[in-house]
């Protein structure tokens, strides 16, 4: 019969494995938020090429803010704490960043007439210049980790998997 509480191999290689896309997503969150904390006036200049916002007060707190939530969202995944809050907010800043990224990449197809995957720009994901097909597969990547870290019920080398309370 088997014991419910020792793992078996399956159940372990599934809990290395999120614990290996926990320490990763969180490490490029952290990689990420971390260069665009370092060069604050850069990354708000990129922000502004996006058109989204208007308001000068609110692009200045969206460049000024986002870089040290991503950090902290990364640092929360590392260390194990709120894993599933964390991954959710990172999958709530991924989709929409790689939709206008992806926006922005047809636009400069359209406007230049080059091959999709031709196509480079510093999206101000905080590693400069990209090819966009590799940024967008990165991007999926992450998002995928994301989502399978929120679906997951993995508590193995965390210190809190969820806020609530279990029960």
Not at 47 to 56: F, I, K, L
């Amino acid at each position: 019969m088997n014991d419910p509480v020792s793992p078996t191999p399956r159940r372990s290689g599934r809990e290395l494995a999120a614990a290996i896309a926990r320490w990763v997503l969180g490490g490029v969150m952290i990689y990420m938020g971390v260069s665009k904390a370092l060069h604050p006036v850069d990354f708000l200049k990129i922000v502004r090429q996006y058109e989204m916002v208007e308001n000068h007060v609110a692009l200045n707190l969206i460049a000024a803010a986002l870089p040290w939530f991503e950090i902290f969202c990364g640092l929360l995944l590392v260390c194990g704490i709120a894993v599933r809050g964390s991954a959710l907010l990172c999958l709530a800043m991924l989709i929409p960043f790689t939709w206008i990224v992806l926006q922005r990449a047809l636009a400069i197809r359209e406007a230049k007439a080059i091959p999709f995957c031709a196509i480079q720009f510093d999206c101000g994901c905080g590693g400069g210049e990209v090819i966009i097909c590799h940024k967008l597969l990165e991007n999926g990547l992450l998002i995928l980790m994301s989502a399978l870290l929120v679906i997951g019920a993995n508590r193995r080398w965390c210190l809190r998997h969820d806020l609530r309370k279990a029960g």
